[in-house]
């Protein structure tokens, strides 16, 4: 299985100074790891910055924490008032301008993104100060801006695709695998047009016990769009025991109540085999995929994350109290600006709040007292982390690899 710095050879080839930009946050990443967590100007270390757009979105993933089965946004009165607190587009550039030169990436995501009614200014507005704007989206609202996606050299779309048309639409909503493709074939022809290797067009599948028997057949499927980059989340999941002992460690700690946990309490990792999923992930990462019948191999990248030992894979899903990453660097290099201004460390769980960009710069909250409690805890922890932190998408992507895992 391939691991996230796999994506540098691919970065290369599509545009050197992407992949220097992609280069420089794993560096900084790497080198805030080696050196002691004390108490410093941490905002120096800061390689990516997470601008979770909106509250709002048009689907319901049955997966996702904050509208599937369990989601925290389900209530429609509760994301309606919340989507009246968005940052305006001026306080954006704002931090934009605070973070040019120092932070080499931004990721924006929601809710749907698209959803931000300044989206499009605020992506040129992040490219011309020379940072990695990559966007993570449901795809389905893609098509009518192609033209000037590719017209604004946005470095990464993410789009988000789980299966074939009848799973994925039975997951994700009907219409959406759909519209998906519609999109992405507005980008390749924008990219053809304009002569353009911009956008990187990169896929993400969520791995879950309904879409992942057919993964082979899906990747087989995806061979027209052309995509750059193709990532199996194998997913963010807990349980009630796991967000038992994560409110009860926030209460003491924090003296806080939490809520965001709960909506990764889906299921969906139930009845996993692991040592198929492994099969089936090892054939999807062969170079040689999708080769069959005279046909050319993918030209996809392929990643997991986490990549795993092939007999720890039921683990991932059986287990979710073994943890298979640790010693998450994320609260000293990362953070996430909410919807709403407010500044937390991990992007899914915007319970501990360390400031708000509408009242103060993202140096201040980053440097902030607030937040060196947070960073304190979490470094005196077990394993340099929280016990809700276990299948963390974040720590999946940037803890450390537990030995055997
Ligand atoms: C929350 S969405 C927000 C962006 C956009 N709405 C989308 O769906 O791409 C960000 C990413 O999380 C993924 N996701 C949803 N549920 C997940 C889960 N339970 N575990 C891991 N990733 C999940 C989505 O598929 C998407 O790629
Ligand atoms: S499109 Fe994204 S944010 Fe919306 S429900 Fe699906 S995963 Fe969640």
Redo the contacts with the bound molecule.
């Keep these: 299985m391939k691991i996230n710095y796999s994506v540098l050879p691919m970065l290369y080839r599509v545009k050197f100074s992407l992949m220097w930009k992609m280069f420089m946050g794993f560096a900084k990443m790497a080198v805030a790891r080696a050196l002691p967590k004390e108490k410093k100007n941490h905002f120096k270390d800061l390689s990516l910055v997470y601008f979770k757009l909106t509250p709002l ?1 048009n ?1 319901r ?1 049955k ?4 509208y ?1 089965d369990k989601g925290s946004m389900l209530d429609a009165g509760y994301a309606a008032a919340e989507a009246k607190t968005i940052v305006p587009l001026e306080t954006y550039k704002k931090v934009v301008d605070e973070i040019a030169g120092t932070v080499p990436i931004v990721y924006a ?5 698209f959803l931000y009614p300044d989206l499009m200014p605020l992506g040129k507005y992040v490219v011309d100060k020379g940072i990695y704007f990559a966007v ?4 389905t609202l893609l098509e009518r801006h192609a033209e000037q996606i590719v017209r604004d050299q946005w470095s990464t779309v ?3 695709l ?1 299966a074939f048309k009848e799973t994925n639409d039975e997951m994700r909503g009907k219409g959406s695998y759909d519209a998906v493709c519609r999109g992405i074939a507005a980008i390749n022809a924008e990219k053809k047009k304009q002569h353009s290797s911009l956008p990187v067009l990169g896929m ?1 599948t ?1 791995v879950t016990n309904r879409n992942y028997q057919k993964l082979e057949e899906f990747v087989l499927a995806t061979r027209d769009f052309n995509l750059d980059l193709h990532m199996f ?1 194998l ?3 807990t349980n009630d025991a796991i967000v038992a002992e994560q409110k009860e460690f926030m209460k003491k700690n924090f003296d806080m109540d939490i809520e965001f946990l709960e909506g ?1 309490n ?1 299921g ?1 990792n139930e009845n996993i085999d692991g040592k198929l999923l492994y099969d089936i992930l090892q054939k999807i990462h062969d170079h040689k995929f999708g080769s069959q019948d005279g046909q050319k191999a993918l030209g996809s990248t392929r990643i997991t994350v986490p990549a795993l030992n092939p007999e720890k894979i039921n683990i991932y899903y059986s287990e979710l109290d073994t943890p298979v990453r640790n010693h998450c660097i994320v609260p000293w290099t990362h953070c996430n600006i909410n919807y709403n201004g407010d500044v937390h460390f991990c992007a899914d769980y915007a319970d501990y709040i360390i400031g708000n960009i509408k009242n103060s710069s993202l140096k201040e909250i980053y440097n902030s007292d607030k937040a060196n409690k947070f960073r304190d805890v979490i470094n005196a922890s077990p394993g340099g982390m929280f016990p809700g932190c276990l299948r963390c ?1 974040q720590n999946m992507l940037f803890g450390k690899r537990i030995k055997g895992f």
């Excluded at 997966?63 to 904050?66: K, N």
């Excluded at 995501?109 to 993104?113: H, I, M, T, Y």
């Design positions: 979105c689907l993933c997966m996702c924490g904050q599937g995501w929601g809710g749907e993104p993570n989206t449901n795809g993410f789009i988000s789980d993400v969520v989340n997913g963010t999941y990764y889906t969906y998408y």
